[in-house]
């Protein structure tokens, strides 16, 4: 243990402590800007430079180790010029459109410049003026608005083995861009939205498309038809000021009615529906010999970075859509018809964590219902901002039900939006298929969790499958050159694309570190646990649809809606 | 009048650097077997004892620097010589290697036996590739004649960028990343190169180990300055007479090194300033040529020997203009990392072109020089920590030149 003295507090820390470490630990709050709590240390921004008693230079909080003796002081006259003096650096090379700027109230160099009082720039304004990426349907870059704190590279290439963001030039010129490519499009980028969490400030962002909602809610030719994703009521209570799963899901239904929904639906139902097409998959594959293991199909990210970077090893994948497309292709197709409407005047929109579902709905494969099955992807912030915008207050809203047929859901269902969920429920399904028992306890509290790579061996009445759950791409990466070595021991493994699942989602209210997933992960569970149907099978708009509509899984009508194939991506350089 | 001392520079001019027998026959790889009959730990002392100070810039006591690497634990270790000699109007490393390159592989090689390294790279800079050539000949006689043992070096070449000579940078270059400078600690003589225990020494310290072993340690610490004994190698260039390299003891001052080693100013103009230690090292004014050019001398006077670069500017010179251009250098060089360096070396290059322009006003100056004082305590490295030294030290003495220049 080192004693040291910060700013006049002794406080007692284990030897290696980082000063910003014994700072927390004595109470003393110490800026940051390059700093992520689940990232490497970087010292590139020096915003949390201290005084260090009898040292010449100032240290960075951040990455300089504490000594027994250590005398130290955060705000100290010469630490308060350097801070100012370098958010005025930073600031007079940063537009100065905040109220413009999708990340306002939301931004780490905001807060700063609020904190030490930064008014009279002494720098002049120079903005670089450089072009906004717009390449992908999901994603937008502002390169303008980047302060190179390089929390985005390390997002996409330690967390997601993705490497599509890099460095380009040095100095002044310095700039994030996108690896090998002109821009995102062309770089092996997978949407999956990691870096939008990273980005401390706005030159990272969802491609926001509110105005496109509100056009089509205006529009009185349009029956405007929503699903919800699993993971998004968990998180969107912290959009509009409620404490993480605190929102209540009838609660949100009767604010997706207020903000112009004409029906609201719910993508629990695909899910719940995905399990008996998925886990009856599995059983055929394992039946014929087919291609082992199967991977899970759900999270596009991954979907994405198979076809980019393991072209391969696509006859792995499973081959039902997600849930959002199943979704998308049975609302034009089986729900209208019950509900006697014209699809034809359905205006479908998905609500998701996610950004890569924005590029998902805008495939042109997924048109299978004859129209593209979803029109819209909005995310969870953008939901919250529409909350917002339509003043709503969440605490004097009635509840409202979800509307009829494919609005169902178990717990099951629920669960697909953390790690583990969907092979959870899937062994919920299986194991009744195939042992013709009830599984009596529904936990597999194996799948839960942080780790980043769960496995386990499910003994199904003698029959043994081994399964594996994966989530972060860089952990899908260590499952799949398992595969291609012809080294899995694995049948069945569950990928999500996101740290944490779909609870991490891209599209999620900006998250700043894993703390806040494993606390959205813990909301999920306990949805589950108060449910009264927790088995997919269960699901009574499920055995509907088969019984009025599909018939069975893997029938003729689910290969024609529910199941996809996959294309490389044929990237030039990879 | 002072003299010069070849210590360093010993064999330069006498012996043919491409005849490894010519090195052999002045005494050259003798101290390399003395080493390896002592223990590792006597001749880290050793060098310890001599108080040999890095020659790079930093000036950290080499032999307590060797002893880090040496208590560290690890499967392997790694000794580099930093030949990344960017500094403009520096060529000293240069006269080293191309004169007596076999001086460097052996101090290397003494420096691998002591820490237990088998691997050395010699970092060159990418503007010498004629040495480069006359490097890995050199190795190629060494190990032919078997002389450096189971010790092995290997020539890596810079590509250009200046923040090289920074030892974390020049490290992430040898592994093939970006040239950027790592936080420390830990410092590399405990993580470096491939996360393992590193020393990186510049050439002219490591030409000086040989002699070293060879003289005792107490023989090269009554030399020179007591604080930073030794001789140093010098590069003279600008308004002075003699534009040469020598070598002289460090209690050697300013004054001696210009008028007696150079002849003073050329053509019979006056003194106005003298910038030591390369782009980054401090201006001087004539009320301080009776410094001693040793490291705490001048650091007390608020100058730095650094490269041993020594740039005389005579009284025509405009300082307001070689300034701005300093600083366009550092704006050029930065290599984006960290927030101060990346933002301040181009801002202080705009305020000294509004200067140099004649658009500048008191506020500028002031603004300057409050960047330049965040930059030199904030900064993530080296470069940007002295950087701004050249604007500070020219706004403390040289304030007339600015205020001529103001609006």
């Known amino acids: ?574 | 009048m002072a003299e010069e001392m070849r210590v360093v520079l010993r064999n330069y001019g006498k012996i043919d650097p491409l005849k490894i027998e010519d090195y052999i026959n002045a005494g050259g790889y003798q101290a390399l077997e003395k080493a390896r009959s002592m223990s590792q730990t006597d001749v880290i002392e050793e060098v310890r004892k001599s108080g040999l100070r890095g020659r790079g810039g930093a000036g950290f006591n080499a032999g307590q620097k060797w002893n880090f690497a040496f208590q560290a634990q690890a499967d392997q270790k790694y000794v580099i010589c930093n030949a990344d000699e960017g500094e403009p109007g520096t060529y000293k490393d240069r006269t080293i290697m191309q004169g007596d390159p076999h001086s460097v592989l052996e101090g290397m090689a003494i420096c691998g036996y002591a820490i237990g390294a088998s691997k050395g790279y010699i970092y060159c800079r990418g503007e010498y590739p004629y040495v480069v050539d006359l490097l890995n000949q050199a190795i190629d006689q060494a190990r032919e004649k078997g002389v450096l043992g189971d010790f092995d070096i290997e020539v890596r070449m810079g590509a250009g960028a200046y923040v090289c000579g920074e030892e974390t940078a020049l490290i992430e270059s040898i592994e093939g990343h970006r040239g950027e400078p790592r936080f420390k600690p830990p410092y590399p003589p405990v993580s470096g190169l491939w996360g393992k225990p590193t020393i990186v020494n510049n050439v002219e310290t490591l030409a000086s180990v040989p002699v070293i072993l060879e003289k005792g340690g107490d023989w090269y610490a009554g030399l020179g300055a007591a604080s930073y004994p030794g001789t140093k190698v010098l590069t003279l260039t600008g308004d002075v007479v003699n534009k040469t390299v020598i070598e002289v003891p460090t209690n050697t001052t300013i004054c001696e090194v210009i008028y007696d080693f150079g002849g003073g100013i050329a053509g019979g103009k006056a003194f106005k300033a003298v910038q030591i230690g390369g782009t980054s090292g401090a201006f001087i004014p004539e009320s301080l040529l009776d410094t001693q050019i040793d490291f705490d001398s001048m650091s007390a006077a608020g100058a730095s020997l650094g490269s041993g670069a020594v740039l005389v500017m005579d009284e025509t010179r405009d300082i307001v203009d070689v300034v701005c251009r300093i600083a366009k250098f550092f704006e050029h060089e930065s290599c984006g990392k960290c927030a101060p360096c990346r933002e301040g070396t181009m801002r202080l290059h705009k305020l000294m072109n509004k200067l140099n322009a004649g658009e500048g006003s008191a506020a500028d100056i002031a603004l300057l020089n409050k960047l330049g004082r965040v930059m030199s305590v904030a900064c993530l490295c080296g470069l940007g920590q002295a950087a701004p030294s050249p604007v500070l030290t020219t706004i403390k003495h040289f304030q007339p030149d600015y205020n001529a220049k103001l609006q």
Not at chain 1, 145 to 166: T, Y
């Open chain 1, 1 to 574: 243990m080192a004693n040291v003295i910060i700013d006049g507090i002794q406080v007692s820390v284990p030897d290696g402590s980082t000063i910003l470490k014994a700072a927390q630990v004595a109470g003393v709050h110490i800026p940051t800007l390059c700093y992520h709590p689940d990232q490497a240390v970087k010292a590139n921004c020096r915003i949390c430079v201290c005084e260090v008693e009898g040292q010449r230079l100032l240290q960075a909080a951040c990455s300089q180790p504490v000594w027994d003796g250590m005398e130290i002081k955060t705000h100290s006259p010469r630490v308060l010029e350097a801070r100012k003096t370098i958010l005025e650096l930073i600031l007079a090379h940063h537009p100065q459109d905040c109220l413009n700027c999708i990340r306002n109230q939301n931004c780490e160099l905001q807060d700063l410049a609020n904190e030490y009082a930064i008014r009279d720039n002494p720098f002049e304004q120079m903005v670089r003026g450089l072009p906004q990426d717009r390449s992908t349907p999901s994603i937008v870059r502002d390169p303008d608005k980047c302060i190179l704190c390089r929390r985005c590279i390390e997002a996409c290439s330690v967390f997601q083995s993705v490497d599509a963001l890099g460095l380009e030039n040095r100095g002044c010129q310095a700039m994030v861009v996108p690896s090998l490519g002109k821009d995102l499009l062309d770089s092996p980028c997978v949407m999956c939205g990691q870096c939008i969490h990273a980005c401390p400030v706005g030159a990272i962002a969802e491609n926001e498309q509110i105005d496109e909602f509100l056009a089509a809610v205006n529009d009185p030719d349009k029956i405007v038809v929503t699903q919800i994703a699993p993971a998004v009521r968990a998180a969107i209570g912290e959009e509009v000021g409620l404490k993480t799963g605190a929102m209540d899901m009838n609660v949100f239904v009767a604010g997706l009615r207020q903000v112009g929904f004409d029906y609201v639906l719910h993508t629990n139902f695909t899910a719940d529906l995905t399990i008996l097409e998925e886990g009856n998959e599995l059983l055929q594959r394992l039946k014929e010999g087919g291609k082992l293991p199967m991977f899970t199909s759900c999270s596009p990210g991954w979907i994405n970075f198979c076809e980019t970077y393991y072209p391969d090893l696509l006859d792995n994948l499973s081959t039902c859509k997600s849930p959002q497309q199943m979704f998308g292709a049975l609302v034009k197709t089986y729900w209208a018809e019950k509900m006697g409407v014209d699809p034809s005047k359905i205006y479908s929109v998905s609500i998701m964590p996610c950004t890569a579902k924005k590029f998902e709905a805008s495939r042109p494969e997924m048109n299978d219902s004859g129209y593209r099955d979803v029109d819209l992807v909005l995310t969870t912030r953008e939901v919250g901002r529409l909350f917002r915008m339509a003043g709503i207050d969440f605490s004097r809203l009635a509840p409202s039900n979800f509307d009829s047929w494919m609005g169902a859901y178990t717990g099951a269902a629920v669960i697909f939006g953390a790690t583990g969920g969907v092979m959870e429920a899937a062994l919920r399904t299986v194991y009744e298929v195939v042992t013709g028992k009830t599984l009596e306890d529904v936990n597999f509290t194996f799948a839960r969790g942080m780790e980043g790579i769960k496995e386990a061996e499910i003994d199904l009445d003698g029959t043994v499958v081994k399964v594996a759950i994966g989530h972060g791409l860089a952990n899908a990466r260590k499952l799949m050159e398992q595969v291609r070595a012809g080294e899995s021991p694995y049948h069945f493994i569950e990928i999500m694309a996101c740290p944490g699942g779909c609870i991490g989602g891209g599209g999620q209210p900006i998250t700043k570190s894993n703390a806040k997933r494993a606390e959205r992960i813990q909301a999920i569970y306990e949805e589950d646990a108060g449910l009264p149907l927790r088995k997919s099978h269960d699901n009574p708009e499920v055995k509907a649809i088969y019984a009025d509509f599909l018939t069975e899984p893997l029938g003729d009508k689910s290969h024609e809606l529910l199941h996809t194939h996959y294309t490389p991506k044929n990237k030039k350089f990879l």
